[in-house]
């Protein structure tokens, strides 16, 4: 993404601001979408004044170059048949990732995994939320848009901080020990089920 943007800001001096826009977002109060927040606190920190061009320069890149991203990757298609029986199931089923890219970049990851959008009834993106994970307002919004309950819903997830934490509001929770990411927050509830992805589908199976 750096190239995209090389005649405004050094590589490293770019990195800095996305990430410091991303951190911006993340801690977004709920005032605007989360898109919003990003472009304000970029535009300012990249002392820009011709906002178009510039997303438009961030489209391109999540057009273009973004999809060589998931060349050559060896995926697991548990995920796949996870998500076909609870549609077989008849269960509402939301991509519940961290709203910090577009659209375009969540369809695209997706399709990484052998799945896609059509495959969900919501997915949050940084155009829909106008929070992030941790938040438990970000949970909130969610179940505001799909019109459900915490005690009918289930949060699968392989964060700890950011994903176990839905628990909070009464919605039970399955940890994904794959690619477990734990950063030692102790406040976090315990999941209700914890074990690996495959193990997740045979559990579902026999309770779901």
Same mark, same amino acid.
């Given at each position: 993404? &750096?190239r995209?943007?090389?005649?405004? %800001?050094?590589?490293?001096?770019?990195?800095?601001?996305?990430?410091?826009?991303?951190?911006?977002?993340?801690?977004?109060?709920?005032?605007?979408?989360?898109?919003v +927040?990003?472009?304000?606190?970029?535009?300012?920190?990249?002392?820009?004044?011709?906002?178009?061009?510039?997303?438009?320069?961030?489209?391109?890149?999540?057009?273009?170059?973004?999809?060589?991203?998931?060349?050559?990757?060896?995926?697991?298609? &548990? @995920?796949?048949?996870?998500?076909?029986m609870?549609?077989?199931?008849?269960?509402?089923?939301?991509?519940? &990732?961290?709203?910090?890219?577009?659209?375009? %970049?969540?369809?695209?990851?997706?399709?990484? @995994?052998?799945? =896609?959008?059509?495959?969900?009834d919501?997915?949050?993106?940084?155009?829909?939320?106008?929070?992030?994970?941790?938040?438990? =307002?970000?949970?909130?919004?969610?179940?505001?848009?799909?019109? %459900?309950?915490?005690?009918?819903?289930?949060?699968?997830?392989?964060?700890?901080?950011?994903?176990? +934490? %839905?628990?909070?509001?009464?919605?039970?929770?399955?940890?994904?020990?794959?690619?477990?990411?734990?950063?030692?927050?102790?406040?976090?509830?315990?999941?209700?089920?914890?074990?690996?992805?495959?193990?997740?589908?045979?559990?579902?199976?026999?309770? @779901?």
């Amino acid at each position: 993404m &750096t190239r995209e943007f090389l005649d405004l %800001a050094s590589p490293e001096e770019f990195i800095k601001i996305l990430m410091k826009s991303t951190e911006d977002m993340i801690n977004n109060d709920g005032q605007k979408v989360n898109r919003v +927040v990003f472009e304000e606190s970029f535009f300012k920190l990249l002392e820009v004044n011709n906002p178009e061009e510039i997303m438009a320069r961030f489209d391109k890149f999540y057009r273009e170059r973004f999809p060589y991203l998931g060349e050559g990757l060896e995926v697991d298609n &548990t @995920s796949c048949k996870i998500i076909e029986m609870l549609k077989k199931k008849g269960y509402g089923l939301v991509l519940a &990732t961290n709203p910090v890219f577009p659209p375009e %970049a969540i369809r695209e990851r997706l399709s990484w @995994s052998g799945l =896609k959008a059509d495959d969900f009834d919501f997915i949050t993106h940084y155009n829909n939320m106008h929070y992030c994970k941790p938040n438990l =307002k970000y949970y909130k919004e969610i179940l505001k848009n799909i019109g %459900a309950t915490p005690s009918r819903c289930y949060m699968v997830g392989n964060d700890v901080e950011e994903d176990m +934490v %839905a628990g909070r509001l009464g919605i039970k929770t399955y940890l994904i020990k794959d690619n477990l990411i734990e950063r030692g927050n102790s406040t976090i509830p315990e999941p209700d089920w914890q074990g690996s992805l495959a193990g997740l589908f045979e559990y579902l199976k026999l309770n @779901s």
